[in-house]
């Protein structure tokens, strides 16, 4: 049962839905300058729930040293953040503002059960 999506219209009257475009990230080539370059799959179109993050949140993140602007965002399906060891970095969003989120960590995935994700993204510096 998605108890995310039983809740959002009560949650959306107070803080509305904002429509997303989410670039899963399927890993990284190597640049000329042998850097690597992030790679995603082809954007879609999703309902993403901004909000503050939370003290339990912060704790969690506590020494990871993020910088800037960071929340939590709801998402319905299986939102990835940076994962080392398969050499992914984290999904991007880009909202209808133009600002682009980067997925840092999943603070709660019951994609499985329920069918959304909880992550901490940080506003990334326009290029």
């Known amino acids: 049962m998605n108890l ?3 809740v959002s219209g009560a949650i ?3 803080n509305p839905n904002v429509s997303a475009s989410w670039q899963q990230s399927s890993g990284q080539t190597q640049g000329a300058d042998y ?3 992030p790679q995603y ?3 879609v179109t999703v309902s993403v729930q901004m909000q503050a993050l939370g003290f339990r949140d912060l ?3 506590d020494g990871v040293n993020l910088n800037g602007e ?3 965002m709801y998402v319905n399906g299986d939102v990835v953040g940076v994962r080392r060891p398969d050499a992914r970095g984290g999904d991007l969003f880009t909202l209808d503002d133009g600002s682009v989120w980067l997925v840092t960590h999943v603070l709660e995935n019951f994609n499985t059960t329920a069918g959304w994700t909880k992550v901490a993204v940080v506003r ?3 290029q």
């Open 35 to 37: 850097s690597p370059v």
């Open 70 to 72: 960071a929340r939590a």
């Open 12 to 14: 959306g009257a107070i």
């Open 124 to 126: 990334q510096v326009p």
């Open 41 to 43: 799959e082809p954007a």
């Open 4 to 6: 995310h999506n039983i």
């Open 59 to 61: 704790m969690m993140l």
